[in-house]
């Protein structure tokens, strides 16, 4: 099918049964494990490098890293509600249209301003760099070994921006098998070149992020490959524009939308970024003892995001054709399911915590500090789902303003309350902080939600078509 072919486009009613959230969820939370496994295998290689300046220094990197890439995930967010919504739009249009042309402008328009924010990270790295590592709080030994690892990193900004966008036009359109293939394309191939950088070239911290740079770059040509599939055109026409859906107030709405998830995220990745200095405060063994417990929160709220992305699709399309009183069926039913998952999660960390930790680290003092504080992060599912699962239905509405207003509220609360707690309990108070920070997205989500549900208004956390 070319992009000029017309068609009558008609769609089935939207089918909210729990085996269609599941259906739409699994391939998301397969695909989404793959994210973090890469990580998860970063760490562990450096864990068992016995340096803790280094695992120190790689909880750090990664930690900076994602404060400035996880900023601009609205690309994801964008993209996914814009998409949902443009099919339950084309649902309800009896009239011929060109099927493909709206869809890719939305992955165009996404791709294209992906390129330049990560264009300019990349001309900013080194100043990047040294001011976040310092804003950090890194010491001078795990500094050392952030700046090696991020400055080959960061030659992969753009294709990770990129992927972004590619993660949320799939499953804006429930093609989440698509992103299957390509996260999990991404995971194998940068852990065959990992491994091989390290153990067969040598190439310690440089050879961890170089695999990972390289793998991305060649996801981005496997997720090419997979939208001209899934659109059936040529690779001339995935290239080409259309002039009529990039005309300016096309671009201010990506852009006013853009803008409220860009605060949101912002927030909550200098909110982790906060959590990570005061680790660093208290030295090199509860910085790297804390980088390994935390990716249980990265493994698990990828896993929990395969229904959250359920929650969004549905949501977005129930939007999409101002079909209410399904949306409340879909607020429940991925709510059951969200949480049935969060207790099967927190279950599975209660018996692998122990393997997972020596997996981890063969640095004594890290493994012995990281089991003492194993409960907290068992409890990461069951505590932080809620988050998760508001935040698929409010991506879902392309609900921006509230997004935006929920995040201020939580900035508000959350680092004042997180200081009072580290102040009085050090390590436990930075615990306490990351499950303050989950709960109270939770409440701050479920109290606008509630409120919309009571007075019927649901079209008034939409903004104008």
Excluded at 247 to 274: G, H, P, Q, Y
Excluded at 403 to 411: H, K, Y
Aim: charged content about 10%; hydrophobic content about 55%.
């Amino acid at each position: 099918m070319s992009a000029n072919s017309t068609t009558s486009y008609a769609m089935p009613p939207i089918d909210t049964s729990y085996k269609r959230i599941v259906a739409i969820a699994l391939p998301v939370l397969l695909a989404n494990l793959a994210m973090p496994l890469q990580s998860v295998i970063d760490t562990a290689i450096v864990g068992n490098m016995n340096d803790t300046a280094k695992l120190a220094g790689m909880g750090l990197a990664i930690q900076l890293l994602s404060l400035l890439l996880v900023s601009f995930n609205f690309l994801q967010y964008a993209s996914s509600g814009l998409a949902a919504q443009a099919l339950g739009q084309l649902a309800n249009n009896t009239s011929n249209v060109s099927v493909p042309t709206p869809l890719l402008s939305i992955l165009q328009r996404a791709l294209l301003l992906a390129f330049a924010i990560g264009a300019i990270l990349l001309i900013a790295k080194p100043w990047l760099i040294d001011f976040g590592l310092q804003a950090l709080s890194a010491n001078p030994e795990s500094g050392r070994a952030a700046k090696t690892y991020l400055d080959v990193r960061f030659w992969g900004v753009v294709a990770e921006l990129m992927n972004f966008a590619f993660i949320g036009w799939f499953a804006g359109q429930g093609k989440t098998r698509y992103m299957l293939y390509q996260q999990g394309f991404i995971a194998v191939l940068n852990i065959v070149l990992t491994l091989f950088f390290v153990f067969v070239m040598q190439m310690g911290l440089v050879g961890v992020a170089l695999g990972t740079t390289i793998a991305f770059w060649f996801g981005i040509l496997m997720a090419l490959w997979l939208s001209r599939q899934h659109l059936q055109i040529s690779w001339t026409v995935l290239f080409k524009t259309d002039r009529q859906y990039f005309t300016k107030e096309k671009m201010l709405r990506l852009f006013s939308l853009n803008k409220d998830i860009f605060v949101r995220t912002l927030i909550l990745t200098l909110s982790f970024a906060w959590i990570t200095r005061l680790s660093a405060q208290s030295g090199d063994v509860i910085l790297a003892a804390n980088a390994i417990l935390l990716q249980v929160l990265s493994i698990s709220a990828f896993a929990l995001d395969g229904v959250a992305v359920s929650a969004e699709t549905l949501s977005g399309q129930a939007a999409g054709r101002r079909d209410w009183s399904r949306f409340r069926i879909i607020v429940k039913r991925t709510g059951v399911v969200s949480y049935g998952l969060a207790i099967i999660l927190s279950a599975i960390w209660w018996l692998a915590m122990p393997t997972y930790l020596g997996f981890m680290t063969n640095i004594e003092p890290v493994f012995a500090l990281a089991y003492d504080y194993h409960l907290y992060a068992v409890l990461l599912p069951l505590v932080g789902v809620g988050a998760y699962w508001l935040d698929g239905i409010f991506f879902g509405l392309t609900a921006g303003s509230v997004i935006r207003n929920a995040a201020l509220i939580l900035a508000a609360v959350f680092f004042p309350l997180s200081w009072l707690l580290y102040q009085q309990w050090d390590m436990t108070g930075i615990w306490l902080s990351v499950w303050c920070l989950l709960l109270l997205r939770l409440i701050i989500l479920g109290g606008f939600l509630y409120r919309a549900n009571q007075t019927g208004s649901y079209e008034k956390l939409q903004p104008e078509a």
